[in-house]
């Protein structure tokens, strides 16, 4: 079992940045390939970002690459995304998830947080 808590969300105006912060406590975390996953109210929760245990893989979604970086510290159980050029349409809640490979597919995460809110004014 993995308990994932996800910080760092809040509101925040169009071109801003913000850093979410995702904390992981129980089994080893430097096993679990993490990923970063978004929703919002009444739609599928949608895939950003995803990273290798070894930090070593990333992959991005078309919507976010170049505008956010995800990273890792094993060391303190925990995995990062800064979020820069920010637009309105970012606006989701926010979640971490850990699984046993680097994927886009939310299904293959058996480990999530229970997310934080990002709101982007324009």
């Known amino acids: 079992q993995v308990q994932l808590v996800e910080s760092g969300g809040g509101l925040v105006q169009a071109g801003g940045s913000l850093r979410l912060s995702c904390a992981a406590s129980g089994r080893s975390f430097s096993g679990y390939a993490m990923g970063w996953f978004r929703q919002v109210l009444g739609k599928e929760r949608e895939f950003v970002a995803t990273?290798?245990?070894?930090?070593?893989?990333?992959y991005y979604a078309d919507s976010v690459k170049g505008r956010f970086t995800i990273s890792r510290d094993n060391a303190a159980n925990s995995v990062y995304l800064q979020m820069n050029s920010l637009k309105a349409e970012d606006t989701a809640v926010y979640y971490c998830?850990?699984?046993?490979?680097?994927?886009?597919?939310?299904?293959?995460?058996?480990?999530w947080g229970q997310g934080t809110q990002v709101t982007v004014s324009s």
């Open positions: 998830a850990a699984g046993q490979a680097p994927t886009i597919a939310a299904t293959r995460y058996p480990y």
């Open positions: 990273i290798s245990w070894s930090g070593g893989l990333t």
